[in-house]
């Protein structure tokens, strides 16, 4: 990690003619260095590697049954519960529950 010495924004390693170099996001100060930086690029995730489809009997890896959690609809209080990180990283992850009598899926965020 490398902070810019105007600003101290967080500066970032890029590749620009063939040098090396970080460069700050905030005001634009450039610094060549010697070192040899491995950039990497965003992943882009399909429409179908986003969605998560359960069928009427499916329960995801992981899930778990967990007693006191209120069905919205019929009022049964027991249900499976699993957690996805469904937003960014550093926000706190979705818990979705399915409720064991009448299948009905809900979500809570933290």
Not at 10 to 28: A, D, E, F, Q, S
Not at 60 to 85: M, R, S
Request: net charge positive; charged share 30%.
């Amino acid at each position: 990690m490398k902070f810019c010495p105007k600003c101290n924004s967080l500066m970032v390693p890029r590749k620009i003619n063939g040098k090396n170099i970080y460069k700050c996001t905030k005001c634009g100060y450039e610094e060549e260095t010697a070192h040899s930086i491995t950039v990497t690029t965003k992943v882009k995730h399909s429409v179908k590697e986003k969605t998560l489809v359960l069928e009427q009997e499916e329960m995801p890896t992981g899930a778990q049954k967990i007693k006191g959690i209120l069905c919205p609809v019929c009022g049964n209080d027991e249900a499976y519960f699993w957690i996805l990180q469904t937003r960014r990283a550093d926000e706190p992850p979705t818990r979705f529950y399915k409720c064991t009598k009448c299948g009905k899926v809900w979500r809570e965020y933290e």
